[in-house]
Nanobody, 124 residues
């Protein structure tokens, strides 16, 4: 089992960019799918993006397609989420999570371990 840790959140103006990172220890990191989820105040946690273990399969929720890019570097045990053209509605706590099946995807129950989250705030 690997434990993910998020970093890179912050405050940015609308239209700006942020890059989130998810780091995890363990020699089997490349076998895990990684997902990014977010939760805004008063709302349920929602899927943002995922990447499979090999990095060849990426998925995005419709609202971030064309603005967010997920990638991974298995040599460094990290997954990044590049967020461009940010909007106020992107404001949330962002979590990364590990999927031991290696697939990723939007199904919340697939994920085994969750990070503590990192706050992203987009001002108007």
């Amino acid at each position: 089992q690997v434990q993910p840790v998020e970093s890179g959140g912050g405050l940015v103006q609308a239209g700006g960019s942020l890059r989130l990172s998810c780091a995890a220890s363990g020699r089997t990191f490349s076998s895990y799918g990684i997902g990014w989820f977010r939760q805004a105040p008063g709302k349920e946690r929602e899927f943002v993006a995922s990447i499979n273990g090999g990095g060849g399969l990426k998925r995005y929720t419709d609202s971030v397609k064309g603005r967010f890019t997920i990638s991974r570097d298995n040599a460094k045990n990290t997954v990044s989420l590049q967020m461009d053209s940010l909007k106020p509605e992107d404001t949330a706590v962002y979590y990364c999570a590990t999927d031991p099946s290696g697939i990723g995807g939007s199904r919340y129950v697939r994920y085994e371990s969750w990070g503590q989250g990192t706050q992203v705030t987009v001002s108007v």
